[in-house]
């Protein structure tokens, strides 16, 4: 690979297009984690020739992920300025979310449906990594384990075209818990327990607990976006509000 920082490194027509999609891949991997994570602020400008020296990928494969990402609605692109990490908007995730319950019931089906056997064990170890996680308090763990659950679904779905129209809905829908569930008590031990429930459907491969379990996930996260909209975060009661709200319930 060439320095990172170098103009003319080589191209897709050098590597071949199989190697550039690969490193256009990692690229995207990476730089959305680092808007995910909130390394990256929303409003936050920041260059190709930083993100390539970041992640030590030239910046080809990072200018490609970088149209990607702003085609997912993470980045805008600011001629003579760089490129700026959008906002996090509470009330597009409510619409997302109404695209995704329906997706992600699909995916959850066809997983329990189609998984292989070793598939279906890594969903009960995720499951159980998963409340690990959420007991020791640590969200970095938790995310990338919600970022497997989500490769895991689309593995065993086998299904491209629901994977390609979901994926940009998942990340807006992770930044978005992500950088806010430090306000919610509970939060992440409610993720874990209903991203552990639909693992062990698939495991099981039952399919009606699949789309249950589906359900019941996305609807742990609109109340969570919805507990967002009226109480906004900074407000340091909006954590106990979404608790009493859990028991209410």
Same mark, same amino acid.
């Given at each position: 690979?060439?320095?990172?920082?170098?103009?003319?490194?080589?191209g897709?027509?050098?590597?071949?297009? #199989?190697?550039?999609?690969?490193? $256009?891949?990692? #690229?995207?991997?990476?730089?959305?984690?680092?808007?995910?994570?909130g390394?990256?602020?929303?409003?936050? !400008?920041?260059?190709? @020739?930083q993100?390539?020296?970041q992640?030590?990928?030239?910046?080809?494969?990072?200018?490609?992920?970088?149209k +990607?990402?702003?085609l997912?609605?993470?980045?805008?692109?600011?001629p003579?300025?760089?490129?700026?990490?959008?906002?996090?908007?509470v @009330?597009?995730q409510?619409?997302?979310?109404?695209?995704r319950?329906?997706?992600?019931?699909?995916? $959850?089906?066809?997983?329990?449906?189609?998984?292989?056997?070793?598939?279906?064990?890594? %969903?009960? $170890?995720?499951a159980a990594?998963?409340?690990?996680?959420?007991?020791?308090?640590?969200?970095?763990?938790?995310?990338?384990?919600?970022?497997?659950?989500?490769?895991?679904?689309?593995? %065993?779905?086998?299904?491209?075209v629901?994977?390609?129209?979901?994926?940009?809905? +998942?990340?807006?829908? +992770? +930044? !978005?818990?992500?950088?806010?569930?430090?306000?919610?008590?509970?939060?992440?031990?409610?993720?874990?327990?209903?991203? $552990?429930?639909?693992?062990?459907?698939?495991? @099981?491969?039952?399919?009606?607990?699949a789309?249950?379990?589906?359900?019941?996930?996305?609807?742990?996260?609109?109340?969570?976006a919805?507990?967002?909209?009226?109480?906004? !975060?900074?407000?340091?009661?909006?954590?106990?509000?979404?608790?009493?709200?859990?028991?209410?319930?």
């Amino acid at each position: 690979m060439t320095d990172p920082g170098n103009q003319t490194e080589i191209g897709p027509a050098e590597t071949g297009p #199989a190697e550039f999609a690969s490193m $256009a891949d990692k #690229a995207y991997a990476g730089i959305e984690e680092l808007i995910v994570s909130g390394t990256l602020p929303p409003r936050g !400008f920041v260059s190709e @020739k930083q993100l390539s020296a970041q992640l030590g990928i030239g910046r080809t494969p990072v200018r490609e992920a970088l149209k +990607r990402l702003e085609l997912d609605g993470m980045v805008t692109i600011v001629p003579s300025r760089g490129i700026m990490v959008t906002e996090v908007d509470v @009330k597009l995730q409510l619409y997302v979310l109404d695209v995704r319950r329906e997706l992600e019931r699909l995916i $959850a089906r066809r997983a329990a449906r189609y998984a292989l056997p070793a598939e279906r064990e890594r %969903c009960r $170890a995720v499951a159980a990594e998963m409340l690990d996680a959420a007991r020791a308090e640590d969200g970095m763990r938790f995310m990338h384990l919600d970022q497997e659950v989500n490769q895991l679904l689309d593995q %065993c779905a086998r299904n491209p075209v629901a994977t390609q129209t979901i994926r940009p809905l +998942r990340s807006l829908s +992770r +930044r !978005f818990w992500f950088q806010n569930y430090h306000a919610h008590s509970g939060s992440l031990e409610d993720g874990a327990r209903t991203h $552990a429930d639909l693992m062990l459907a698939i495991h @099981k491969g039952d399919v009606e607990a699949a789309a249950t379990a589906s359900d019941r996930l996305m609807g742990y996260v609109e109340a969570y976006a919805r507990e967002t909209l009226r109480y906004p !975060f900074g407000d340091e009661l909006s954590g106990s509000r979404l608790s009493e709200g859990r028991a209410a319930q």
